[in-house]
């Protein structure tokens, strides 16, 4: 069974400073893994995906297989990346690409 | 394009009452997904649908059932709601209907309190 993992339920950090969202996961064949965001009464949307590889607002993600991890990160922190972060998991063989969410983690920046 | 569309916004409902909470996609979109969002524990997966016409269980359908009406909407149905089920509900949808990746696109959500 797949299973995302994300420690932290909140993470408060000051403006300008690094910040780092922890995702763990189990998989046993070949997973796809995303970042979503949900900032204060606005839908859930993509952040990013780890096939991509690219920069989303200054975050990146980068996918250690040998950690099972995915985190995320952001140099310089700020005030309106404060939102809930949900790491999540795609089967790439799954026909439906069902999504697995871990239970979140709620950044607050701190002006 | 508006997008994923959810009604209601909020709903209220006692022990033993019966509701279906309406979603519909305006992006031509092949896949639809129902979640239940809970503190402390993100999204979950009740239902989906890889195509009109069929529909799968996800990690927890107990207690609800679901209609793909067409390829535009798919409802979500609480036959006998329970205090369990007071939960945010958020529909999505992907373009998609195989293994291949398309983004999943979310609703603004239902917050159901069951009294």
């Known amino acids: 069974a797949q299973r995302v993992t994300q420690p932290e339920k909140l993470l408060s950090v000051f403006k300008g400073a690094p910040v780092e969202l922890k995702c763990n996961y189990s998989?046993?064949?070949?997973?796809?893994l995303f970042w979503y965001v949900q900032y204060s009464r606005q839908r859930l949307q993509l952040l990013l995906r780890?096939?991509s590889r690219e920069s989303i607002k200054g975050f990146t993600a980068d996918l250690n297989k040998g950690e099972t991890s995915f985190h995320l990160k952001k140099p310089f922190a700020q005030e309106e990346d404060s939102a809930m972060y949900y790491c999540?998991?795609?089967?790439?063989?799954?026909?439906?690409?069902?999504?697995?969410f871990g239970s979140g983690t709620q950044l607050t920046v701190l002006p | 394009n508006a997008g994923v569309t959810q009604t209601p916004k909020f709903q209220v409902l006692k022990t033993g009452q019966s509701m279906t909470l309406q979603c519909a996609q305006d992006?031509?979109?092949?896949?639809m997904y129902w979640y239940r969002q809970d503190p402390g524990m993100g999204l979950r997966l009740i239902y989906y649908?890889?195509?009109?016409?069929?529909?799968d269980k996800g990690e927890v359908p107990n207690g609800y059932n679901v209609s793909r009406l067409n390829k535009r909407e798919f409802s979500l149905r609480l036959e006998s709601a329970a205090p369990s089920q007071t939960s945010v509900y958020f529909c999505?949808?992907?373009?998609?209907?195989?293994?291949?990746?398309?983004?999943?696109?979310f609703g603004p959500g239902t917050r159901l309190t069951v009294l």
């Open positions: 999505a949808s992907r373009k998609g209907a195989g293994a291949a990746y398309n983004e999943q696109f």
């Open positions: 998989y046993s064949g070949s997973p796809e």
């Open positions: 780890h096939i």
């Open positions: 999540a998991l795609s089967d790439r063989s799954g026909s439906a690409r069902q999504l697995t």
């Open positions: 992006m031509n979109h092949n896949s």
């Open positions: 649908s890889a195509s009109e016409g069929t529909t």
